[in-house]
C-alpha cells in the first residue's frame, strides 16, 4: 500500500480583517452650518461652490433620506426556500450603491426652497456633463449639519412637483407684487423678492466615495 506524505509549509499566519461599522451614539456635524455642493474647478471655474443659505440664512433640505451622520448603505437580505428548509441570503451594499436624497417641503413659505437656489442645482445637473466619465473629478457634497465627511457624488435627478417624475420641473416663481428682481449673485438675497419654488423640491446623488 503507498503511503500519502502531507508537507505543512511554516509561513506567517493569514489573518482575515473584517471592518466594523459603528455611528456613534452623537451628531458629528453642526447643526447650525449649511450644506454645500463643489463642482470640481478643473472643469470648470464657472460654477461656484453652492451653499445653502440665502441672505445668511440656511436653507438646507427639510428630510434627508439615507443619511444620518454617515451615509446609511443598507444589506440585502431575502429568505430562500430550500428542499430541506429555509436560507437567509445577504448582500452587502457599499456606500458607493448609497442613492441619498434631499427634499425641501414647498407647501410652507418659510420651507419653500428660493428659485436663485434652485437655479443653481439646476446649472448642477446640466452641466454635470463636463465632468468626465473616467477621471478623478467629482462634484463633492458637505452635508455640514449632520456630518464632518465630505463625500464625491453624481447627481441623479432634480424634481420639482412629485409624482414621481424625475424629469418635471413644476418651478412657480413666486414673489411679491412689485419685488425687485435679482441683479447679481452677490446682491444679498430676499426671500420674497427673489422669489419661492412653491412645489417640493427633491435632488438626488450617487455616493462615489468619501474624500480622505
Known amino acids: 500500500m503507498g503511503e500519502t506524505l502531507i508537507i505543512i509549509n511554516a509561513g506567517p499566519p493569514v489573518v482575515a480583517e473584517e471592518e466594523v461599522f459603528f455611528l456613534g451614539i452623537a451628531s458629528a456635524g453642526d447643526p447650525t452650518a449649511c450644506r454645500r455642493l463643489v463642482f ?18 440656511c436653507q438646507n433640505p427639510d428630510r ?14 431575502g429568505a430562500v426556500r430550500t428542499i430541506g ?16 436624497a434631499e427634499i425641501w417641503n ?44 465630505i ?6 435627478s432634480l424634481e420639482v412637483g412629485g409624482g ?10 413666486l414673489k411679491d407684487p412689485g419685488g425687485a428682481e435679482i441683479q447679481t449673485a452677490t446682491q444679498p438675497l430676499n426671500l420674497t423678492t427673489t422669489g419661492l419654488v412653491d412645489r417640493e423640491v427633491v435632488l438626488r446623488m450617487r455616493i462615489i466615495a468619501e474624500v480622505p
Open 164 to 173: 414621481g417624475e424625475e424629469e418635471r420641473f413644476d418651478v412657480v416663481d
Open 40 to 57: 470640481p474647478a478643473s472643469v470648470t471655474p464657472l460654477l461656484p461652490p453652492i451653499v445653502y443659505s440665502v441672505a445668511g440664512t
Open 85 to 100: 428548509s429555509t436560507r437567509v441570503i445577504r448582500f452587502e451594499e457599499q456606500e458607493e450603491d448609497v442613492i441619498v
Open 151 to 156: 463625500y464625491e457624488v453624481e447627481i441623479l
Open 106 to 149: 414647498g407647501s410652507d413659505r418659510d420651507l419653500a426652497m428660493t428659485t436663485a437656489l434652485f437655479r443653481q442645482f439646476y446649472e448642477y445637473l446640466i452641466n454635470a456633463k463636463l465632468i468626465p466619465a473616467v477621471g478623478p473629478d467629482f462634484i463633492q457634497w458637505e452635508p455640514r449639519d449632520r456630518t464632518d465627511r
Open 64 to 77: 434627508t433620506i439615507n443619511l444620518d451622520n454617515a451615509v446609511l448603505p443598507h444589506p440585502i437580505i
